[in-house]
Nanobody
Framework: QVQLVESGGGLVQPGGSLRLSCVPS????????IGWVRQAPGKEREGVSW????????NYADSVKGRFTIARDNDRTTVYLQMNNLKPEDPAVYHC??????????????????WGQGTQVTVSS
């Protein structure tokens, strides 16, 4: 029932920027936070960033702090991930994801309940 449609990925030079967007729809259950999880072949899944529905509180993986910013549009529907200073370790499929509970419910920041099909981010080298 939940649909999360991501866009904005692409090819970028090291040090460049991309802005990902996520348009959620069909949210059939209460959710606590929406954010981004990335998955690269041969690498562990990594929770990138979350923004809390109730008050827009955010968190970030240590690997992206200071470079990535998560935000909601003014209509409080579209969610963005502004990615600056992209590095060779950032390429992955970036999935918009939903959490239905506070962070302490999850064993790590990479855990989630629903995610979308993802958008590919590639950093040239």
């Amino acid at each position: 029932q939940v649909q999360l449609v991501e866009s904005g990925g692409g090819l970028v030079q090291p040090g460049g920027s991309l802005r990902l967007s996520c348009v959620p729809s069909g949210i059939a259950v209460d959710y606590y936070a929406i954010g981004w999880v990335r998955q690269a072949p041969g690498k562990e899944r990594e929770g990138v960033s979350w923004i809390r529905k109730s008050d827009n509180g955010t968190n970030y993986a240590d690997s992206v702090k200071g470079r990535f910013t998560i935000a909601r549009d003014n209509d409080r529907t579209t969610v963005y991930l502004q990615m600056n200073n992209l590095k060779p370790e950032d390429p992955a499929v970036y999935h918009c994801a939903i959490r239905v509970a506070p962070a302490h419910y999850y064993s790590d920041n990479d855990k989630y309940d629903y995610w979308g099909q993802g958008t590919q981010v590639t950093v040239s080298s």
